[in-house]
């Protein structure tokens, strides 16, 4: 494969101009330091103040009040304004990093960064997979492009994923129609739970308009009532049951949720698992048409 043709399917010219440091939570020791440093200090200060003038002006403290409240206020402004910057800091210097070609290092702080639920996933996803890319880490470089096909399913995205499987021999990437499905629900789930609860809501103005006109109920409505709510509790808890996990190592499927259970199979670094619940560590998959378990700690987990 040619160097400059790894990524042609997406735009990398946006993953390199990507900034967006905005809801990052730092996670660089130094900065967290200074910022509870500074947290501390303005915290020492206003109770320092609080003190004195309860000493002294207890009568003009009860009227100060909501004065204080507006200056802690304003502190807790002024921290967070502090950290907003240092988020700012830990991003530009990523991606500097990311521009300069020094993909190790921007890896690191990249994957720091993408552990936190406030970042854009997107970005950082497509920036990880094309450093890992280059690296040689295919396993993990598939990972990070998987993420990215899971918020942006195009075909291109796919068709390059797809390709990088094959090449590596990694199974569980191609385009089945339980992997489609899955995709879609992933994608349009919102829209469909909207559509479900909008469905319920017009049957039940349906029974009430019948009650209040004395009209019977049939037997078999009843039933579909309530086959209708045994969907819609399966539906809204199913985001917690299924998910797909990446082999970040060669692991093993065991007959039962235990170390001690018997070995039905093995599995090798790269390849893709469909994960129907969980129990304590372990993960539930299906394999070869039975259920078996896996290791959690054996599993990158995709975002869903």
Avoid at 103 to 121: M, P, S, T
Wanted: proline residues 3%.
């Amino acid at each position: 494969m040619v160097k400059d043709k790894r990524l042609k399917y997406f735009d990398i010219k946006k993953a390199m101009n990507f900034c967006d440091p905005a809801g990052i939570r730092t996670q660089d020791p130094y900065i967290k330091s200074v910022l509870l440093y500074q947290l501390s200090y303005g915290i020492k200060n206003i109770y320092r103040v609080s003190q004195m003038r309860m000493q002294n002006y207890a009568k003009m403290l009860r009227m100060q009040k909501p004065f204080l409240k507006l200056l802690v206020l304003f502190f807790g402004v002024l921290i967070q304004s502090l950290d907003c910057k240092a988020q700012n800091d830990v991003a530009k210097k990523a991606d500097s990093l990311f521009n300069a070609r020094k993909y190790e290092e921007a890896a690191k702080i990249y994957e720091i960064i993408f552990l936190d639920n406030g970042v854009n996933k997107e970005n950082i996803s497509l920036k990880l997979a094309y450093i890992n890319e280059n690296l040689g880490d295919f396993p993990k470089a598939i990972y990070y492009l998987n993420n990215y096909y899971n918020l942006n399913p195009k075909d291109e995205v796919f068709e390059k994923m797809n390709k990088m499987a094959l090449e590596n021999k990694f199974s569980g990437f191609e385009r089945s129609d339980l992997n489609f499905a899955l995709v879609l629900y992933q994608q349009y789930y919102i829209y469909i739970l909207y559509s479900v609860i909008f469905i319920g809501v017009f049957i039940l103005i349906i029974l009430f308009r019948k009650k209040i006109h004395n009209i019977d109920i049939l037997k078999r409505h009843l039933i579909l009532v309530a086959l209708y709510i045994v969907f819609l509790v399966v539906f809204i808890n199913l985001p917690k049951t299924y998910q797909s996990a990446i082999i970040n190592k060669k692991s093993f499927f065991r007959s039962f949720p235990s170390s001690g259970s018997p070995i039905v199979g093995s599995i090798d670094k790269g390849n893709k698992i469909n994960i129907f619940g969980q129990e304590d560590i372990w993960l539930k998959v299906l394999w070869n048409r039975k259920i078996v378990y896996i290791n959690k700690n054996d599993t990158w987990l995709l975002n869903s």
